[in-house]
């Protein structure tokens, strides 16, 4: 089976089964260069390309919740934003829900930024680009604050969930020369939803949460 079925069929499998779509860092590797440890630094300070043989990172996942334990191959094209979620007590929500909106000419993607635990990922598609968001500023990626919607999680009977409940919102932005916009998106789909909460055991003292945006992959 190609890659790209495998990866369709294991995702349709946890949707019929009501599972989470989960993945597990095997060794990835800086082609031709042998296996690496799948971290942080290998991520960021190994070039996404390499100027002199073009060559990418490349990260090799299991599907957790497939019964025939699948494997996968993704080769990193890009990362549009990447967050050191900070733990300490003196963190708090912001005032107002904040996404992350980046895209290009087929598509263009609104992704939630995590600021403290309890807390949620949320990604959907956009109909079309937002006004006065232009396509460079589309490729380079916006920080977006979502009007009228508090900063902290949306809970209903103890349960966090999506906050995003109707297809349009009003949303601002700093734009170009630093000037702040005003502007409405429409939802097209939601990709993907996830409360995220503490762990029951405490974190080591040195293991950071990463909130990494991968979905611009190229399947081997």
């Known amino acids: 089976m190609k890659p790209k079925e495998a990866l369709r069929k294991y995702i349709d499998y946890c949707r019929s089964e009501k599972l989470d779509v989960l993945f597990e860092s095997k060794k990835s590797f800086y082609e031709d260069h042998g296996p690496t440890n799948p971290n942080l630094y290998n991520i960021l300070h190994l070039p996404v390309q390499d ?16 019964p025939y334990e699948s494997e996968v191959t993704l080769k990193v094209l890009d990362i549009p ?6 733990l300490s007590t003196t963190v708090s929500y912001p005032a107002k829900q904040k996404y992350f909106i980046y895209g290009d000419s087929t598509r263009t993607i609104m992704s939630h ?11 959907v598609t956009l109909a079309k680009r937002p006004h006065f968001l232009t396509e460079n500023m589309l490729e380079l990626g916006v920080m977006v604050e979502v009007e009228q919607i508090e900063g902290s999680p949306l809970q209903v009977d103890g349960k966090v969930i ?10 601002s932005f700093k734009g170009e020369r630093s000037t702040t916009f005003h502007t409405s998106i429409d939802i097209k789909d939601e990709m993907i939803f996830n409360a995220v909460f503490l762990p029951v055991h405490e974190r080591e003292p040195d293991c950071v949460l990463i909130n990494m945006k991968f979905e611009r992959l190229k399947i081997l």
């Open 162 to 171: 999506a906050p995003l409940q109707r297809s349009s919102y009003e949303i």
């Open 51 to 66: 100027k002199n043989n073009n060559k990418n990172i490349c990260l090799h996942l299991k599907m957790l919740n497939d």
């Open 81 to 86: 934003r990447y967050q050191r979620l900070d």
């Open 113 to 123: 930024v995590i600021s403290k635990l309890p807390d949620f990922q949320h990604t």
